[in-house]
């Protein structure tokens, strides 16, 4: 717990995990699980912890240079409105882009969809000392393919097995993997659209495609549900993020990072080159 800040009363990573017999249904989108703040004085908070998160991903970008090649693949799902946008805007853009690959998934063009569903997402995985952020993801091949049956069940079915395999691989092979499914409300997805549909700066966020998608509510409820009971594995955990709060979603998924990042154990890598000589030989310069 050593720098959490202390309106935390557990690290999120442990609050946050999805654990074998949790319902969504339960889940309460406007709560702030673990955080005894509020929105007064989450701002302060968030930049202190922005730029905790900016130190340790520039570190793992250098590490990246001198060779090691670990990095870390930050996965968010969710429902419209739930606040990807604003993750990779408030969160991960307070970090060095030089060190971040972020790729949004839509509906597949038509050469991805020519290929395995696989294909797009390994290409688009973080190379060494990066962090690579996907805006949806492979989870997208049994979440919108389920609930709308683009293809047959036999073919939806086996990807659960097949993701967790794949997930596997990426982290044995060095990439950390931080799932977060975003939850918001029904109500609060009501709020936030209307917004957009208030605001000139905001319509460019407004896809009336997206009304449609709220009439299948409990089709993707039951589409999610099955995603965490069977792709939240011991290498690649969900967390379940309650977004009706901007603030604490904020804050939630900057922490899970920096837990992240803290795993890894970085420190500055050493110099490839005698410093004090270098040194000497630039004041001769
Ligand atoms: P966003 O809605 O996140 O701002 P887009 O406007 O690009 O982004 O829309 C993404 C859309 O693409 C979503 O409706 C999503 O369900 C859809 N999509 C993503 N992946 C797939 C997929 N594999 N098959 C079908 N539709 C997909």
Same mark, same amino acid.
């Given at each position: ?48 912890r922005n730029e905790r998160f900016a130190g340790l991903q520039e570190m793992l970008y250098a590490n990246g240079k001198a060779g090691d090649s670990r990095s ?120 936030? /659209?209307? &917004?957009? !549909? ?5 319509? +460019?966020?407004?896809?009336?495609? @997206?009304?449609?998608?709220? *009439? ?40 899970? /990072?920096? &837990?992240? !990042? ?5 420190? +500055?890598?050493?110099?490839?080159? @005698?410093?004090?000589?270098? *040194? ?6």
């Amino acid at each position: 717990m050593a720098d959490l800040p202390s309106q935390w009363t557990h690290e999120p990573h442990h609050i946050l995990q999805f654990r074998a017999g949790d319902k969504i249904a339960d889940i309460d989108t406007d709560s702030s699980p673990g955080y005894t703040g509020d929105k007064d004085g989450s701002a302060e908070v968030q930049a202190e912890r922005n730029e905790r998160f900016a130190g340790l991903q520039e570190m793992l970008y250098a590490n990246g240079k001198a060779g090691d090649s670990r990095s870390l693949l930050l996965v968010l799902q969710g429902m419209d409105t739930a606040g990807k946008g604003s993750i990779v805007k408030h969160v991960v853009g307070a970090g060095n882009p030089q060190g971040i690959q972020y790729t949004s998934f839509g509906v597949p063009t038509e050469e991805e969809r020519a290929h395995h569903y696989l294909w797009r997402i390994r290409k688009a995985l973080p190379a060494a000392g990066h962090i690579g952020v996907f805006d949806r993801s492979h989870y997208e091949d049994v979440l919108v393919v389920r609930v709308h049956e683009l293809v047959p069940r036999e073919v939806w079915e086996p990807r659960y097995d097949e993701i967790n395999a794949f997930e596997e691989e990426l982290v044995d092979s060095g990439t950390i993997v931080v799932k977060c499914a975003m939850f918001v409300s029904l109500d609060e997805q009501k709020r936030r /659209l209307a &917004e957009r !549909l208030d605001r000139p700066d905001r319509y +460019w966020k407004y896809n009336p495609g @997206d009304l449609d998608e709220r *009439k299948l509510w409990p089709a993707y409820q039951e589409a999610y549900q099955a995603v965490l009971d069977r792709t939240s594995t011991d290498h690649a955990p969900w967390f379940v993020i309650p977004c009706d709060k901007k603030w604490y979603t904020r804050l939630a998924i900057n922490e899970l /990072l920096i &837990e992240a !990042l803290k795993s890894m154990k970085l420190a +500055w890598p050493p110099p490839g080159f @005698d410093v004090e000589a270098e *040194k000497k030989k630039l004041a001769q310069s």
